[in-house]
């Protein structure tokens, strides 16, 4: 139905006032001096209840071969396409932020090909997705307090808020070798994030 004009979307502090509000609609505007009309709405898809197990706090989530994996207090659950929420680890802590990567190769690769790292600025896990094990990484040379972590060309990559950058094994999150860490010289602040966009490696500093 065309209408002469694009109805307003607000609500204002008394409901009974004034109540208007779009539902699976958002408002484009004309560029075109020449358009039938000021502007349209356009018709998005809606909404459906996934799932309702989660129970906070949720510290952290991440999707891997179309499952997603998420952090909940002090375990580690995954939901299926379904909806079907399972525990498939436990952390030994239950609050604050999670940092979550994974190593990009889905089944049928080979068994280390398939992990999920996951730090939480105390310890670092492995979820193994091909053999459903969850693991703390005691390699020495895995950092302490690690914060971050993110996946690139082969290597997992850990800070933990100094100016050093760690790199496991190749398609290893549980192996660390002593000699695979860098200083983020750029500048001499402590880095407090890292992100691989495009496959180059970003740190984010104080």
């Not at 996951?118 to 020495?140: K, M, P, S």
């Not at 895995?142 to 800070?159: A, G, K, R, W």
Request: net charge neutral; proline share 5%.
């Amino acid at each position: 139905m065309r209408l002469p004009f694009v109805p307003n979307s607000y609500t204002g502090r008394s409901t009974a006032f004034e109540s208007q509000r779009y539902i699976n609609l958002y408002p484009e505007l004309s560029a075109g001096a020449n358009s039938k009309g000021v502007g349209m709405l356009i018709g998005v898809p809606g909404k459906r209840l996934f799932s309702s197990g989660l129970t906070a706090p949720v510290r952290g989530a991440i999707t891997f071969n179309g499952v997603l994996y998420a952090v909940e207090s002090n375990e580690l659950v995954s939901v299926s396409t379904a909806g079907v929420i399972t525990v498939v680890g436990t952390f030994a802590t239950s609050t604050g932020r999670v940092s979550m990567s994974e190593n990009g190769v889905p089944p049928p690769a080979h068994f280390s090909q398939n992990q999920i790292c996951i730090v939480d600025g105390v310890n670092g896990y492995i979820y193994n997705i091909l053999t459903a094990t969850f693991t703390q990484i005691t390699d020495a040379y895995f950092p302490t307090t690690p914060l971050h972590v993110t996946f690139i060309d082969s290597y997992f990559i850990v800070t933990n808020g100094t100016t050093v950058a760690y790199a496991s094994d190749a398609n290893d999150g549980l192996t660390w070798g002593g000699n695979a860490y860098r200083p983020v010289q750029a500048a001499s602040d402590n880095v407090q994030n890292l992100i691989n966009l495009h496959q180059q490696l970003f740190f984010i500093k104080e």
